[in-house]
């Protein structure tokens, strides 16, 4: 079995990595570039950058926060936030990024997907999905613009489709659980896991270390993206490893 990858993630507005519930209320965690180091040096798998207004406010995602963090990493970096063209993705990897996730930009344009695939590789596309539970029927809305505007498409089937186009690994994100430490949605990442063939982060409400012992088992994800409880230091990366080869889940220590 492969082994399970631990990601962090860094929202970043204004060159300051924030935080929120429900990506509302945004408050301040700290220096990118000093969590990146501080990340790098417990044995983070990989690092998540996300200009989490470059959207909204139609600009790109700060290359120099882009280069600042990137010098600090010895581990793959992806950026997302304002990728909105083949020239935003080659500006942030030009910047130091490894990967790019596109999300807003993709649901508008899909063959943008495919363009930044043929360019750099499957390897280096990451299609972020934010989704929210429909109380209606129990299916997972998608959602675009940071979360603010409801797309009109069915969470799984447009992770298929992102699959198709050319995408390497999806970003999976329940908005319903973002920030609230209560668990990541296993039920939304198994039924996305289940769906397609490339890889699944799951990310929306790390509480705790049990909680990535259920989205690697009944969520079937293949890796886990978290950010509050890092940047906090209510747990580090090596006890969450230790905790997970515990309980027989690879990782990489």
Not at 38 to 44: F, M, P, Q
Not at 58 to 75: P, S
Request: some cysteine; charged content about 25%; hydrophobic content about 45%.
């Amino acid at each position: 079995m492969l082994s399970k990858r631990i990601i962090a993630c860094l929202d970043v507005r204004n060159g300051q990595v924030v935080k929120g519930v429900n990506f509302e209320g945004l408050r301040s965690a700290g220096d990118p570039a000093a969590l990146a180091r501080r990340y790098n040096v417990e044995g983070i798998d990989e690092l998540v950058i996300l200009d989490v207004t470059a959207t909204i406010e139609a600009r790109r995602a700060l290359a120099d926060t882009i280069g600042r963090v990137a010098r600090e990493l010895f581990i793959p970096l992806s950026v997302g936030g304002g990728i909105r063209t083949e020239a935003d993705a080659a500006a942030a990897v030009d910047a130091g990024a490894d990967k790019v996730s596109v999300n807003t930009a993709a649901l508008a344009d899909p063959a943008l997907i495919t363009r930044i695939a043929d360019r750099y590789g499957s390897q280096a596309v990451i299609v972020a999905i934010d989704a929210k539970r429909e109380t209606a029927d129990g299916r997972f809305a998608v959602y675009a613009r940071s979360g603010q505007r409801a797309a009109g498409r069915d969470a799984v089937e447009w992770a298929r489709e992102a699959e198709s186009r050319g995408a390497g690994e999806i970003l999976l994100t329940s908005i319903d659980r973002d920030g609230t430490k209560a668990g990541f949605d296993c039920e939304l990442t198994a039924e996305v896991s289940s769906a397609v063939s490339i890889p699944v982060i799951a990310s929306g409400g790390a509480g705790g270390l049990d909680d990535f012992v259920d989205v690697f088992t009944a969520g079937r994800a293949d890796a886990a993206l978290a950010a509050s409880i890092f940047h906090y230091a209510e747990t580090s990366v090596r006890a969450l490893k230790e905790h997970l080869r515990g309980r027989g889940i690879p990782v990489r220590l």
